[in-house]
């Protein structure tokens, strides 16, 4: 048992109801998060750099199949410094100590060999994201065995494995300079496959670099900085892409962290997910990098993010935090953040949120104060979103220098003390938020607020969470507070390590209860919680995996559930696996129709609320589909497709239902990747909408098309006057 359960048994023991003896509680906890793939509402995520980690194996430092790309000094930035799938599997207690129930490791595919030499400097794919072989393990950082036991000891712990993978590209090619690394070479399974350099089967793009990182287009079809761009349609790419990846999930892989969405199609991307979720419900989410709150391609994020079955990571949430944290920003910030995101989001939910990453400053050199990030930390843990730490936030880690970002901001692991304020934080909301439906699956309400103060409430039926935090030095009194917390007494659940008071409740109605004026000091941060009985109602906080269709898995997560009832998925009665009082797992039944569709759970108690899912006609393929001589269009409209099938819009001429826009980098021709049912005839037509929102169909016919049983396919047609 961890030195944390060993704590917190008493703690545990009364919110699980029973009669306590150490060897009921995993019994009693059947429900850890681990054991829900298909969702991370409840997790504590931990961002590993797996080279800047630990190194739990001196033999693969410096391996012969790659020499002399490691730096024993640990001063050349760009090399590799030892880190290995052991030294993470070594330090398993250390995170499940701290809370942690899914690490996502940096990618561990094999990188360049050869180093890719910049300025007479050597770099490595320390990083992981310079593949060279999507079916092998990074050899600097240890054997398929090593991988495979860090997975199966982290299962045993209760904690997930989430792959970063990075399919957009293999590794530097630079066309003027082909000396550098290998020259984009794609391996498979050890077989060479082809280079970018000398591309004989069309396996990359060859468009250049990204000049506009604002172009649709460009962040598509051009190359990340001098990285060889992959095409995904091209039928070799698109299945080693896909095959691989169910390789890796099949080894025990939990999710997925998709690399540079931003940087492929969303179709090919979604046909990625259902093939992925096909064989294993998982959770993914992807790296839809932001440039700032009021970036161009902000709606086509969350348009990913709502129909791709890829989740993003919440890049918006993060910049308002360095913001209202790290430098000036008022409260309000925050707020509207939570307000805007949780608007355009369908799945708020399963926003991954973090203060830093591997490619900006980490937190403390933004701003040098530990209870800035005591503060930060606060509101990431309690917000909606899966919070995910990067390694090192918690030994109050800085860049090397100050400002900046890669490679300063990966310096190696201090150390793994249990002791720092960071730590116990981290530690005690974890264990909250495992226990607390409010904070995986509540509503957020804004309490009471100024500059510097920030008092908000989650809550799930009758499940509620105050939270309270002040940025600032000064003291402020805090009156006229209401809570849907019950009229009570209530401790503070971090019991005043930030300084937290216990307040009391008084009785009012319709869910506002007058707090007792108490007074939040300078820095201050402190969470009430208040979890009430099982209800005899059902209601659902969370289905999963979003994207679906007949015969997947599904996860569905809530209160009241009861001990035997009814799930639907759009109206059909689903075929139930297991059934519990807070989750219940079934097959999505055959004859769901597709699209939007409800899940609802039925118990003697009542009908739940609706959770929409989107339900896929079948297994999916990639399409191009080209019209030409789409004329006129006027600055401001777009290219659209619709058709008779959910993947395409189902008629529909909402510029968020129909597929697009699509690219025209060959005005007045454009193209744009769809996800379809394969072997599947449908009906579509191209459509224009203006910036207003008016839309114009395409005359004549409606087009025909069968898509393909497997694999990609394209198709072009000519704009019908
Ligand atoms: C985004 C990753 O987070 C970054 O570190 C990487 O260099 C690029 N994508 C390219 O893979
Ligand atoms: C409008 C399209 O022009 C037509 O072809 C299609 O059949 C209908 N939408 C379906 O409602």
């Excluded at 829900?36 to 430092?61: I, M």
């Excluded at 099949?250 to 997910?273: C, E, L, N, P």
């Excluded at 809570?483 to 307040?503: E, H, N």
Aim: proline share 5%; glycine share 10%.
């Amino acid at each position: 048992m961890s030195a944390f359960a060993r704590r917190h048994l008493g703690v545990l023991a009364v919110t699980c109801g029973l009669l306590a003896t150490p060897a009921l509680l995993p019994t009693a906890h059947a429900d850890a998060p681990v054991t829900n793939r298909a969702s991370l509402k409840q997790d504590l995520c931990y961002q590993v750099v797996t080279d800047r980690f630990a190194d739990g194996n001196t033999s693969n430092d410096d391996p012969a199949k790659s020499p002399g790309m490691y730096d024993a000094t640990k001063t050349n930035w760009k090399l590799y410094w030892g880190g290995d799938f052991a030294g993470i599997q070594q330090h398993l207690q250390y995170l499940k100590d701290m809370g942690v129930t899914a690490i996502w490791m940096s990618p561990h595919v094999d990188n360049i060999d050869k180093p890719a030499v910049y300025g007479g400097t050597p770099n490595a794919g320390y990083h992981g994201y310079w593949s060279r072989d999507f079916k092998r393990p990074e050899e600097h950082f240890g054997t398929l065995a090593e991988f495979d036991s860090l997975i199966s000891a982290a299962h045993s712990m209760g904690i997930k494995v989430i792959m970063d993978w990075a399919p957009n590209h293999t590794s530097p090619a630079d066309p003027a300079n082909p000396s550098v690394a290998e020259g984009g070479a794609l391996y498979d399974d050890g077989v060479l496959k082809g280079t970018a350099i000398n591309d004989t089967n069309g396996y990359f793009h060859h468009n250049g670099g990204i000049s506009n990182y604002d172009d649709r287009y460009e962040v598509q079809y051009r190359n990340l900085a001098d990285l060889a761009d992959l095409d995904q349609q091209n039928g070799t790419v698109n299945s080693l892409l896909k095959t691989d990846a169910n390789y890796w999930m099949s080894r025990g892989v939990d999710g997925i962290r998709m690399d540079a969405v931003k940087h492929m199609s969303s179709g090919w991307q979604r046909s990625f997910a259902d093939n992925v979720l096909a064989s294993k419900d998982a959770f993914l989410y992807g790296e839809w990098y932001l440039g700032s709150k009021t970036d161009p391609l902000y709606a086509d994020n969350v348009r990913f993010a709502n129909d791709s079955g890829i989740s993003v990571l919440d890049f918006y949430l993060n910049i308002a935090m360095r913001e209202t944290f790290g430098s000036g920003a008022p409260m309000s910030n925050l707020d509207a953040a939570i307000a805007r995101t949780g608007t355009d989001y369908t799945y708020k939910e399963n926003l991954v949120t973090f203060l830093d990453n591997h490619d900006m400053s980490r937190f403390l050199t933004l701003k040098n104060d530990a209870t800035a990030l005591h503060d930060a930390l606060a509101f990431m843990l309690t917000v909606r979103g899966t919070p995910c730490l990067y390694y090192g936030t918690e030994q109050y880690l800085h860049n090397d220098t100050s400002g900046g970002g890669d490679p300063w901001n990966r310096p190696q692991m201090p150390g793994f003390g249990e002791t720092t304020t960071a730590f116990k934080e981290i530690q005690k909301l974890s264990a909250l938020r495992q226990n607390q439906p409010a904070l995986a699956w509540g509503t957020h309400q804004q309490r009471w607020i100024n500059n510097d103060v920030y008092v908000y409430e989650r809550r799930f039926n009758n499940d509620t969470v105050l939270v309270a935090i002040n940025k600032s030095g000064t003291a402020y009194p805090i009156t006229g507070l209401n809570t849907a917390l019950p009229a009570g007494t209530y401790t503070d659940q971090l019991g005043g390590l930030l300084g937290g008071q216990s307040i009391t409740v008084g009785s009012g109605t319709g869910g506002n209860n007058p707090v007792t004026a108490f007074t939040l000091g300078g820095g201050q941060v402190a969470v009430w919680s208040y979890k009430g009985p099982e209800p005899s109602s059902p209601t659902i906080g969370s289905a999963a995996p979003t994207l679906t269709r007949a015969g997947n898995a599904i996860t569905v997560e809530g209160r009241g559930f009861g001990t035997s009832g009814t799930l639907k998925v759009g109206g059909v009665t689903a075929s139930v696996s297991s059934w519990g009082a807070n989750r219940v797992t079934a097959t999505v039944p055959s004859g769901t129709p597709a699209g939007t569709q409800q899940v609802t759970v039925t118990t003697s108690g009542g009908t739940s609320n609706g959770y929409a899912l989107k339900v896929l006609s079948g297994a999916q393929v990639p399409v191009t589909f080209t019209v030409t001589n789409a004329t006129p269009t006027n600055p401001g409209d777009n290219i659209y497709i619709s058709g008779s099938i959910p993947e395409l819009g189902s008629w529909s001429t909402d510029r968020n239902t129909a597929v697009g826009p699509l690219l025209t980098p060959n005005y007045p021709n454009w193209f744009g990747v769809a996800s379809v049912p394969a072997c599947t005839t449908f009906q579509y037509k191209f459509l224009k909408i203006a910036a207003d929102g008016t839309a114009t169909w395409e005359n004549g016919a409606n087009h025909s098309y069968t898509a393909p049983c497997s694999g990609t396919s394209a198709t072009t047609v000519a704009w019908q006057y």
